[in-house]
């Protein structure tokens, strides 16, 4: 009998220690250093994705790195590409699947941790736009994803840091929204807006945010933003970034 005790004692310290060292380091937002994100692109139902890494620390810790690389699933995106601090390139995931997601800075393992890919949504936009009138969308999702929100864009054709942006948070079980009235501002004629909405699913692990991300969106006006040109995206990835942190 003493011999049974004495072996459940050292079972549970060993099932401890295991625990132990399952148990992720989750840091505090403050302490970002780091966005990997993986976005679903244009066309989400090829599950093509466009993945981005960025320093989202303080601008005056940041140490341009000598060697990045990423791994999803294992696996190096296609052509990672650097544009200052803001790196980006192709994956293929499948949308509610989940993948290890792994940063390596100057040799160095900064996160390795798994990551839920967003299912994504379909929506419908009403045909036109004004923005001093609501306008109601809709759109289903194979499962709910951890956040969802609703944005309206009045794009400025010249430089992406004086698009007005307006952002709402909805419940993961929303599959409707009314944008308001006045959501942003009326430019006039020729100016160009879009409302979108967009998945999500993060986690902050090592002052590191991993995230994916799906958005599904309208156009409206006489021209259209590349919304995945690399300073919109990064900007995108950037506001992203701060809402989840913020949450």
Not at 165 to 194: C, I, K, W
């Amino acid at each position: 009998m003493r011999k049974f005790f004495i072996m459940m004692i050292v079972a549970t310290l060993a099932m401890g220690l295991f625990l132990t060292g399952c148990i992720e380091n989750i840091t505090q937002p403050e302490d970002a250093k780091w966005s990997v994100m993986a976005i679903a692109g244009p066309d989400a139902k090829e599950d093509s994705h466009v993945v981005t890494v960025m320093w989202i620390g303080e601008a005056s810790e940041y140490v341009q790195p000598t060697t990045l690389e990423l791994k999803i699933g294992g696996v190096a995106p296609d052509s990672l590409i650097q544009y200052g601090d803001f790196w980006m390139g192709g994956v293929t995931l499948t949308p509610g699947t989940s993948y290890y997601f792994q940063l390596i800075v100057d040799g160095s393992t900064v996160v390795n941790t798994r990551q839920a890919v967003v299912y994504n949504a379909d929506a419908t936009f009403p045909l036109t736009f004004n923005p001093t009138q609501s306008a109601y969308s809709y759109w289903t999702l194979d499962g709910s994803n951890e956040t969802q929100t609703a944005s309206a864009y009045a794009w400025d054709p010249d430089d992406p840091n004086d698009d007005e942006v307006a952002d709402t948070d909805l419940t993961p079980a929303a599959r409707e929204y009314t944008f308001p009235a006045n959501m942003v501002q009326d430019h006039g004629d020729g100016s160009a807006y879009t409302l979108e909405i967009t998945q999500m699913n993060h986690k902050y692990v090592d002052n590191v945010l991993v995230a994916t991300a799906q958005s599904d969106w309208s156009d409206y006006g006489d021209w259209k933003i590349d919304r995945f040109a690399p300073a919109r995206l990064a900007k995108f990835v950037r506001r992203m970034s701060e809402r989840a942190l913020a949450r």
